[in-house]
């Protein structure tokens, strides 16, 4: 009874040893966790099979099973499997080629699922991670001679507001012997639409044993609530395997209170003493309040400050968010030849945002009242609100007083033709006259 037992114990180990055996029998040499490129064709992984068991492995067939390719507005990940080999002897391997094609606009986000291998006797899953990005590095690609360091600005986690400019900076390492062009790719990521916010590339040669300093700005657009992703690539421009990748997560911090000013200008911005100038901005609230705003110009080195009339622009962002508004003003005529600093504000709730300008004074030709009634000026925008509304000057003119003689002679005067007929009436009437005082002498 006990031998009974005791074979049957160690027939058991065995069956366990033999089972862990052929569950562990091709065995997937590779990475589990990949990112890949949304928009890229050749997103291409390779691994290895290799056969660990004793006896040879036939009718080999692997497949990805398990995975969600595709997104919430229908763009897909198509998968390719590429086995150089069908039968592997023991201790064999070959060749695995897993290719993504990866549609452009294919959401950021994290795939699961399994690299399944069958052969006769074998059946075995192995977990499989997909990270889709907007911007990556091959899954194959190396960075043994090119190295993207951390990121200096801006950090992970940093908060910013709506509109504001995103400053990045940071090193492009070139630790091999030969010279490199690298290519560099950056983009705003909006996790929350899949949309791209803005953009950035460019090219560098960096020496050999060396590093490149990469700095630009990235702009916040005004409308955005969400939460951002900044994602950066470097890759040598000959060998696009040669590359590095990083993300930085961006906050974004609606403030309760904010008015931007853009796409503000003067015109014109070159002037003379008693010209008029107009200046006009965009102003839109960014924050989460509705604001009543003004619009003001304001040069103290010319002792001006032009307003317009108060207004509302609500949140949200819709037509009711926004205005293009100007005002206009004339240069003083003891105004100071030169460069002056002209500020466009909006000023709302206790608050401003303002823009600076440079306005050009030129030499002023007189003064006002010292050679008579002489205007010059420029043709402005409309003016808005409660500005100056005096009408704007076009060209340039001089008047003078005119009597009563200046004005018969002028050509918008009496016409010609009606002096000669007067005249004519004239001489008939005279000759008239002569005739009849004649006549009376000889009665």
Not at 181 to 200: H, K, M, Q, T
Not at 210 to 219: I, N, S, Y
Not at 319 to 338: C, K, L, M, T, W
Request: net charge negative.
């Amino acid at each position: 009874m006990k031998r009974s037992l005791l074979f049957i114990a160690l027939l058991s180990i065995v069956f366990i040893i033999g089972s862990l055996a052929v569950s562990a029998a091709p065995v997937i040499i590779g990475p589990t966790s990949v990112t890949v490129e949304s928009g890229e064709e050749n997103n291409i992984l390779n691994l290895i099979l290799q056969n660990n068991e004793t006896t040879p492995l036939n009718n080999i067939v692997v497949t990805l099973v398990g995975f969600d390719f595709e997104d919430d507005d229908g763009d897909r990940v198509n998968p390719f499997v590429t086995l150089n080999a069908n039968s592997l002897g023991s201790q064999a391997s070959t060749n695995l080629t897993l290719r993504f094609d990866v549609e452009n606009g294919f959401d950021a986000q994290r795939l699961e699922g399994t690299l399944r291998v069958q052969a006769t006797g074998f059946d075995v899953n192995n977990s499989l991670r997909l990270d889709v990005q907007p911007l990556a590095c091959q899954p194959n690609a190396r960075t043994r001679d090119l190295r993207l360091d951390e990121i200096d600005q801006p950090d992970d986690g940093d908060d910013f507001e709506p509109g504001d400019e995103i400053n990045v900076q940071f090193d492009i390492n070139n630790d091999g012997s030969d010279d490199i062009d690298v290519r560099i790719e950056a983009i705003l990521y909006n996790p929350d639409n899949g949309r791209v916010e803005d953009s950035f590339k460019d090219t560098e040669n960096i020496n050999e044993n060396d590093e490149q300093t990469v700095e630009f700005k990235l702009e916040i657009d005004t409308d955005i609530d969400e939460d951002l992703e900044l994602y950066i690539k470097v890759f040598d421009d000959d060998d696009d395997l040669q590359c590095d990748s990083q993300k930085v997560d961006i906050n974004i911090d609606k403030p309760d209170h904010k008015i931007t000013v853009e796409d503000y200008s003067l015109s014109p911005t070159t002037v003379m003493c008693g010209e008029r100038v107009s200046g006009s901005a965009l102003l839109t609230n960014v924050g989460r309040e509705d604001e009543f705003v003004t619009f003001e110009v304001e040069a103290t080195s010319l002792n001006l400050r032009t307003t317009s009339e108060r207004f509302e622009l609500e949140n949200g962002n819709n037509d009711d968010s926004e205005r293009q508004v100007s005002v206009a003003f004339n240069i003083p005529y003891d105004a100071r030849a030169g460069n002056h600093n002209v500020l466009l504000k909006a000023k709302y709730e206790g608050r401003e945002t303002s823009i600076p300008v440079q306005l050009t004074v030129t030499e002023c030709r007189s003064q006002a009242g010292s050679t008579g009634n002489t205007s010059t000026g420029t043709t402005t925008q409309p003016i808005q609100g409660n500005a100056n509304t005096q009408p704007p000057v076009t060209g340039a003119a001089t008047y003078t007083q005119k009597d009563v003689f200046d004005i018969f002679n002028s050509s918008d005067g009496i016409p010609t033709g009606f002096w000669i007929a007067l005249d004519v009436i004239i001489a008939v009437l005279v000759l008239g006259l002569i005739i009849w005082l004649f006549s009376r002498r000889r009665n």
